[in-house]
């Protein structure tokens, strides 16, 4: 673990939802369906990705967040990781303390390097996740409490690690089938009492314990295979969205939210959407 610095530079999470105030992404300069780790890469793997369209896309996703004042921080890519875009799984902080994971997929595991680099340079403490695969996707945080997907993507023995981190917090541990992916592409709280979820997902007592916690507001199939529940809250009851999904964005309106469409369409079809692409150092 580096040694501790600047209050000014450690990271800070407690929620995916308080206000995002710094944050770190990847440019898709090197984006393509190389190897196929996932059923999205599978359905547009004939058609791969229009690296043009992916930068215009991830480029205009960066003005918007920057446009309400977060701070964002671009990682270098490297043509050896064609996945890099989605920073999320390279990381990702709970509480005063950033972790740093272990890739599954051969094709990603070298990506994580790239970050622990960058967060060297910048002197900022870290710990890493040793006793298994952990990606940053199935790691959602709310308060107190810590929920990690149990899919292909991440080990028990790396879940066990994290509760023995965090004594102090709640790790639950939420089994999902692997074809999902990871945790956020069926469940993303929005709020301390709202949350979007996949139903089918999930074994009816793991529905039971998150619909006894939040309000949840479903998305159908067609939604989740579009990332649906992979928008990106930036604070106030404002997220990021797609424009594919607009009777989704009708619904989080009529709850109260603010929904900034953004079109990630072509970056979608490597698997991941704004959760995916973004991985977050501060909230306040």
């Known amino acids: 673990m580096i040694q501790a610095t600047p209050t000014l530079h450690r990271p800070r999470c407690w929620s995916e939802y308080d206000r995002l105030k710094r944050v770190i992404l990847c440019p898709p300069r090197f984006l393509e ?27 205009n996703l960066v003005n918007v967040l920057r446009d309400h004042h977060i701070e964002v921080i671009l990682l270098d890519p490297d ?29 990603r595991q070298g990506e994580e390097n790239l970050l622990k680099a960058w967060l060297e340079r910048e002197e900022i403490p870290y710990t890493e996740v040793s006793a298994g695969s952990i990606e940053g996707g199935d ?29 102090h917090m709640n790790v639950i541990s939420l089994p999902f089938p692997e074809k999902y992916l990871h945790l956020d592409c ?4 929005l709020s301390h009492r709202e949350a979007l979820i996949y139903p089918p997902a999930f074994y009816p007592s793991d529905l039971a314990r998150l619909s006894s916690r ?22 106030n009851r404002t997220v990021l969205s797609q ?32 959760r995916c692409c973004t991985l977050p150092l501060l909230r306040e």
Do not use: C, W
């Not at 059923?39 to 992916?54: G, L, P, V």
């Not at 080990?155 to 023995?164: C, G, S, T």
């Not at 069926?186 to 709280?189: L, Q, S």
């Not at 507001?217 to 604070?235: C, K, P, W, Y």
């Open 33 to 59: 369906i190389r190897e196929v780790i996932n059923r999205t890469q599978r359905h547009f793997a004939k058609e791969n990705i229009d690296r043009s369209r992916a930068e215009r896309q991830h480029r």
């Open 79 to 107: 043509s050896r990781y064609p996945d890099q875009v989605f920073t999320r799984d390279i990381g990702f902080t709970l509480g005063p303390r950033l972790f740093v994971s272990r890739m599954e997929e051969p094709v």
């Open 139 to 167: 790691v959602i945080i709310d308060r107190d409490t810590v929920y990690i997907g149990d899919s292909g993507r991440t080990a028990r023995r790396a879940i066990a690690e994290i509760r023995r981190a965090l004594p």
């Open 186 to 189: 069926v469940f993303n709280p």
């Open 214 to 235: 939040y309000s949840l507001i479903e998305v159908t199939a067609e939604e989740q295979f579009r990332l649906g529940t992979n928008v990106l809250s930036i604070g």
């Open 243 to 274: 424009p594919i999904n607009p009777e989704l964005n009708t619904r989080l309106r009529r709850h109260g939210f603010t929904v900034i469409e953004v079109d990630l369409s072509e970056i979608i079809k490597s698997g991941g959407a704004f």
